[in-house]
């Protein structure tokens, strides 16, 4: 009886782990998947900015695009004032690949940079 209840947890967590594959692999055709991926490789040059003392800085950017497919920070929520200019004059203004966003509504997009 126990060698059953065994079988049955590894089965269960066997297919618990595959559906948060499928799930994770859903998401990143997601539209916002494809936004995050050209943000983090507008971010990945980071010629001359540094950490400092941190490991890590946070941020959640807001951003809208414009007529011409082209993101316009909003805002930059973050405690380092660097690495808001640093987010404003990497993105402002670049073009987006992806055609699946809607121009003028507002976007929320969290960043992570690490040293």
Known sequence: MRKISLVFAAAL???AGNV???????KAKSPKAKICNQIERLLEERSGFN?????????????????????IVLSVE???????GFVRARLNYEK?????????????????VRA
Do not use: W
């Open 78 to 84: 973050t405690q380092d004032e660097r690495l808001e």
């Open 13 to 15: 967590l066997l297919s």
């Open 20 to 26: 948060f594959a499928i799930e994770g692999a859903l």
């Open 51 to 71: 950490l400092g003392d941190s490991d890590e800085l946070y941020a959640v950017v807001r951003f809208m695009l414009n007529g011409e497919q082209e993101i």
């Open 96 to 112: 987006v690949a992806d055609q699946n966003l809607k121009e003028g509504k507002t976007y929320r997009v969290p960043i992570r």
